[in-house]
């Protein structure tokens, strides 16, 4: 249960916390803040805190920027690297409301909020486990940002990683926050990490991905380097993905309602419904799945990355992947895994869309097609009947205004101001000369 107000300015005092800062997210997923002195915390909790919400990415317009933020006090943590002294300094995650103490309908917190309790209407907890990878980057001669990994290690090396030490930095950081973290190593790509946090309800988890992300740069930042995770920085290797675990829990039984032993590798029928869901509403999703014009340098064969609209057991090249479960923990474990999100998503829209596009799924009693268990990179698309994700940010766009099934669970307010941010950044980057271009075409045109 969240904390009581009692409770919070008794931990709050017990600690010295000097500061306050107040968190949320622009619809593109970018952390806003708000830092209040701890002698406002008493007003803060009981009325909230105005800001102007004209200035913020998607949010609202001049004439009705009024809003306020409601501190969650279940998000309540002492930051880390600012614990102590003079300036030390806590954080709450918020919800964002209008003047007329209603929820705003572009808080993407929100969005995640709404379509959570229409899971909960038929019965039903979701819960997710996104697998967050990043690469870290050792600054330029004059402190600017290139893309110069830190280390030249591979996929659970040890010799060659040189950041060991840097994750246990950033895994003690992040359990400071109250994150549970499981595991942390190296991943395939040269300067490439992940580290992954305990599966939970989605709100959670989202809550504990945004902090993941600001965590992992302050750290980063505290040891000369740059954590980012866009999707493909460094063309020729993998790129980051934030592939997400997927599970209903029964609100009636308790138990997790994807499994079936009996069932199609042991998955229930409405496990297996919301897969098809998954798979009917993937090109409508990927423009917030995938947010960026990065996001489609990276889901290209060959790289560990979907393309293909498909799904299987233990197939990494299949868009959904049902991963194998340790014996005796099937009851519990069993889930399934989507792998097209990148790391530069919002986490509470991303988490909407899909539980949104599960749910339709489940209503419609959809059936996924036959599994795919071969190597797609292997094969001839056309022959199986695959049909492939959206190969840019314009594709994923027009694929977005044509699903009115994820355009409600974002909402028009949402979806609306989504929709134009990243229209302009197509457009933007079409307009764009590179210098690829100018090297391919300038000497010979």
Same mark, same amino acid.
């Given at each position: 249960?969240?904390m009581?107000?009692?409770?919070?300015l008794?931990?709050i005092?017990?600690q010295?916390?000097?500061?306050?800062?107040?968190?949320?997210?622009?619809?593109?997923?970018i952390?806003?803040n708000?830092t209040?002195?701890?002698?406002?915390?008493?007003?803060?909790l009981?009325?909230?805190?105005?800001?102007d919400?004209?200035?913020?990415?998607?949010?609202?317009?001049?004439?009705?920027?009024?809003m306020?933020l409601?501190l969650?006090?279940?998000t309540?943590?002492?930051?880390?690297?600012?614990?102590?002294?003079?300036y030390?300094?806590?954080?709450?995650?918020?919800?964002?409301?209008?003047?007329?103490?209603?929820?705003?309908a572009g808080?993407?917190r929100?969005?995640?909020?709404?379509?959570?309790?229409?899971?909960?209407?038929l019965?039903?907890?979701?819960?997710?486990?996104?697998?967050?990878?990043?690469?870290?980057?050792?600054?330029g001669?004059? #402190?600017e $940002?290139?893309?110069? *990994?830190h280390? @030249? /290690?591979?996929?659970?090396?040890?010799?060659?990683? !040189?950041?060991?030490?840097?994750r246990?930095?950033m895994?003690?950081a992040?359990?400071?926050f109250?994150?549970?973290?499981e595991?942390?190593?190296?991943?395939?790509a040269?300067?490439?990490h992940e580290?992954?946090?305990e599966?939970?309800?989605?709100l959670?988890?989202?809550?504990?991905a945004?902090t993941?992300r600001?965590?992992?740069?302050?750290?980063?930042?505290?040891?000369g380097?740059?954590a980012?995770f866009?999707?493909?920085?460094?063309?020729?290797?993998?790129?980051?993905?934030?592939?997400?675990?997927?599970?209903?829990?029964?609100?009636?039984t308790?138990?997790n309602?994807?499994?079936?032993?009996?069932g199609?590798?042991?998955?229930s029928?409405?496990?297996?419904?919301?897969?098809? #869901?998954? $798979?009917?509403?993937? *090109?409508?999703? @990927? /423009?917030?799945?995938a947010p960026?014009?990065?996001? !489609?340098?990276?889901?290209?064969p060959?790289y560990e990355?979907?393309?293909?609209?498909?799904?299987?057991?233990?197939?990494?090249?299949?868009?959904?992947?049902?991963?194998?479960?340790?014996a005796?923990?099937?009851?519990?474990?069993?889930?399934?895994?989507?792998?097209?999100?990148?790391p530069s998503?919002?986490?509470?829209?991303?988490?909407?869309v899909?539980?949104?596009?599960g749910?339709?799924?489940?209503?419609?009693?959809?059936t996924?097609?036959?599994?795919?268990?071969?190597?797609?990179?292997?094969?001839?698309?056309?022959?199986?009947?695959?049909?492939?994700?959206?190969?840019?940010?314009?594709?994923?766009?027009?694929?977005?205004?044509?699903?009115?099934?994820?355009q409600?669970a974002? #909402?028009?307010?949402?979806?609306?101001?989504?929709?134009? /941010?990243?229209?302009?950044?197509?457009?933007?980057?079409?307009?764009?000369?590179?210098q690829w271009?100018l090297?391919?075409?300038?000497?010979i045109?």
């Amino acid at each position: 249960m969240p904390m009581t107000k009692d409770e919070v300015l008794a931990k709050i005092e017990e600690q010295g916390v000097k500061f306050i800062n107040l968190q949320f997210t622009d619809i593109v997923g970018i952390i806003k803040n708000v830092t209040i002195p701890v002698t406002q915390i008493d007003a803060a909790l009981d009325h909230g805190v105005w800001f102007d919400g004209s200035s913020i990415e998607g949010f609202a317009r001049i004439a009705e920027s009024d809003m306020y933020l409601v501190l969650d006090t279940d998000t309540y943590a002492l930051i880390p690297w600012e614990s102590t002294g003079e300036y030390a300094t806590a954080r709450f995650i918020c919800d964002v409301y209008t003047p007329n103490g209603d929820p705003f309908a572009g808080d993407p917190r929100g969005a995640l909020k709404r379509v959570m309790a229409q899971a909960q209407e038929l019965g039903y907890e979701y819960n997710t486990g996104p697998e967050l990878e990043f690469f870290l980057f050792k600054p330029g001669p004059n #402190g600017e $940002l290139v893309a110069t *990994p830190h280390d @030249a /290690a591979g996929y659970f090396d040890v010799s060659t990683d !040189y950041a060991t030490h840097i994750r246990r930095q950033m895994v003690s950081a992040l359990q400071s926050f109250g994150i549970k973290v499981e595991a942390s190593h190296h991943e395939v790509a040269i300067g490439q990490h992940e580290i992954d946090f305990e599966y939970s309800d989605a709100l959670h988890t989202a809550d504990n991905a945004v902090t993941f992300r600001t965590v992992l740069k302050a750290v980063a930042q505290l040891n000369g380097l740059y954590a980012t995770f866009m999707p493909k920085p460094i063309a020729g290797i993998n790129g980051s993905g934030m592939h997400v675990h997927q599970s209903f829990k029964s609100l009636e039984t308790g138990k997790n309602a994807f499994y079936d032993g009996d069932g199609d590798r042991g998955l229930s029928t409405v496990a297996l419904q919301f897969i098809a #869901g998954l $798979l009917d509403h993937a *090109p409508g999703m @990927a /423009a917030v799945l995938a947010p960026l014009v990065n996001s !489609y340098k990276r889901l290209v064969p060959g790289y560990e990355a979907p393309v293909y609209i498909s799904w299987g057991r233990t197939n990494r090249s299949a868009l959904v992947r049902v991963p194998r479960i340790s014996a005796g923990r099937s009851t519990q474990a069993t889930r399934v895994e989507l792998r097209c999100p990148d790391p530069s998503a919002n986490p509470y829209l991303a988490f909407t869309v899909m539980l949104a596009a599960g749910l339709d799924g489940i209503k419609r009693g959809l059936t996924p097609p036959a599994a795919a268990e071969e190597d797609l990179y292997h094969v001839d698309p056309v022959s199986r009947g695959l049909k492939t994700l959206p190969g840019s940010l314009g594709e994923a766009v027009e694929a977005l205004k044509k699903d009115t099934v994820i355009q409600e669970a974002l #909402g028009e307010h949402i979806y609306e101001r989504y929709v134009e /941010a990243k229209q302009a950044e197509w457009d933007e980057y079409r307009l764009y000369v590179s210098q690829w271009e100018l090297d391919r075409y300038l000497p010979i045109y």
